[in-house]
């Protein structure tokens, strides 16, 4: 049954949202204003598959990229940059709202630079054995076939191609391999996951692919295959020796704007606690002015920063494997220091956040890549006694509905 909406508003996903009879109904690649032909999706009695805008918006533009609109990793191609950055700095603004938090919210700082310098392919055998490698359609299980993307950093040039070669090297099945590439200064590092265990000739298969594509490293679920440079990126003053698939943020650019904010707000600080401080993008950039312990739950990003943290003119830089969800660091130990900073995964930080309430320290910052948890924490802080001194939305996620936040929480 075709429907003609109206679409009344953005939703924080990227989709045009209509207001139907029974509520929102969600019609992605559609804008507001526009009135459009769409249909239902099966199993999903809130969502729309757009078929034709009939009246198009006059805010609407031409998407950057062929695979606009078919392929899912990109929701917001087709807005004009000025709406698009007032929507994104309002997901921030009404997450916040939603915990009745009043702050200052900066204007949207914008760090794509050149791009995404990482990017996890899929690849399986389709219908009539055709392999297909290319990133998953909008929330479906298919998998859409590219052969560009202009999202990703120029050093990703060869990614599509090397994991089209890792997906010919492999034997592959219906459930999607996948493929995750990194550009490090080393060159490409890889790492495949989802192929089950491999017989020696094909380990030695994908051994030549490495060799062929002149990769820094190819691992496999973490696992060495081979490794011909060093897979590290320049933090700061060090160089990180990056773990296989560890986390990383998604733009060099993204990574220095964020740690640019976190290294403005620390003012003249002595002595930080870097909380989720993965291989240290933050801690090592803080440890150039002052002595930083880092804490993360992941024993090879901890190690990595031990080792980067070994470079000539750092400040000494302690650190800790530690599960922050279970075992926050509490007011009794934050008193070692003058400023905390906290960066969790998209689940926030809850646990920690509640002692970080309690605690006595005069600064404490948060970067979130989720801004919903970030108000859900940040409403801990403030019930603690912390004031909401300034809050910077950051878009490292050009396209997408993603939005980092940094906090900085002053008492
Ligand atoms: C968003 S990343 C930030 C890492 C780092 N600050 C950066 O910018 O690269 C979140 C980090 O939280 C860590 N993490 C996830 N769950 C954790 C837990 N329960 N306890 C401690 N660290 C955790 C992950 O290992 C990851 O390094």
Known sequence: MI????????????????????GPLYVPYALPGELVEAEPVQGHPDRRHLLRVEEPSAERVAPICPHFGVCGGCAVQHWIEPRYREWKRGLVIRALASERIEA????????????????????????????????????????????????LAP?????????????????????????QVTATEGGLDVDVRGSGPLSPERMRALAQVAERGGLARLTRHGELVAQHASPSL???????VLPPAGFLQATALGEETLARLVIEHAGQAKRAA?????????????????RVMAADSDAKAVAALNAAAKTPGLKPVETQVRDLFRRPFVPAELKAFDLALFDPPRQGAQAQARELAGSSLPLVMAVSCNPATFARDARLLIDGGYRLERVTPVDQFRYSAHVEVVGKFVR
């Open 3 to 22: 429907e003609r909406l109206r679409i009344a508003r953005m939703g924080h996903r990227g989709d045009g949202v209509a207001d139907g009879a029974e």
């Open 234 to 240: 320049r933090m700061g003053s060090a160089a990180v």
């Open 104 to 151: 200052p919210v900066d204007g949207l700082v914008d760090a794509h630079g050149e791009g995404r310098r990482r990017a996890v392919f899929h690849a399986r055998r389709g219908a009539h054995d055709v392999i297909e490698v290319g990133f998953a359609a909008l929330r479906a299980h298919r998998i859409v076939d590219i052969d560009r993307c202009p999202v």
């Open 155 to 179: 050093s990703l040039r060869d990614a599509i191609r090397v994991a089209w070669a890792v997906a010919e090297t492999l034997k592959l099945e219906q459930k999607p391999l996948d493929i």
């Open 274 to 290: 870097d909380l989720f401080a993965g291989v240290g993008p933050f801690a090592l950039r803080l440890a150039e002015r002052m």
